[in-house]
């Protein structure tokens, strides 16, 4: 099986930094793209988020220019660098990993057990 923990949430003024980490331990052939997404109360989880194997990244409109994502392949991991954070920023940040666990196997999902992150005005 696969786990991703994820680490680095908190509580933070408005106009602070956060950074997520999120890593994958376990039966582990290769991980293709690697995704934040987060879930504010009564709303839908959205992507925040992605970065594909070969390092393309992908983000919503409201928060370019103020996160980055970034992976280490050598370690199954990938961060998000978040600054200039506002309220609206609050919700519960999940990961996402595409992995294959054995050569030839499909891709599956697996996700991580979320992280709160509270931004206070």
């Known amino acids: 099986q696969v786990q991703l923990v994820e680490s680095g949430g908190g509580l933070v003024q408005a106009g602070g930094s956060l950074r997520l980490s999120c890593a994958a331990s376990?039966?582990?052939?290769?991980?293709?793209?690697m995704g934040w997404y987060r879930q504010a109360p009564g709303k839908q989880r959205e992507l925040v988020a992605a970065i594909t194997s070969g390092g393309y990244t992908n983000y919503a409109d409201s928060v370019k220019g103020r996160f980055t994502i970034s992976r280490d392949n050598a370690k199954n991991t990938v961060h998000l660098q978040m600054n200039s954070l506002k309220p609206e920023d609050t919700a519960v940040y999940y990961c996402?990993?595409?992995?294959?666990?054995?050569?030839?196997?499909?891709?599956?999902?697996?996700w991580g057990q979320g992280t709160q992150v509270t931004v206070s005005s």
């Open positions: 996402k990993m595409m992995v294959r666990v054995v050569a030839g196997a499909r891709l599956n999902d697996y």
């Open positions: 376990g039966s582990i052939f290769s991980i293709n793209a």
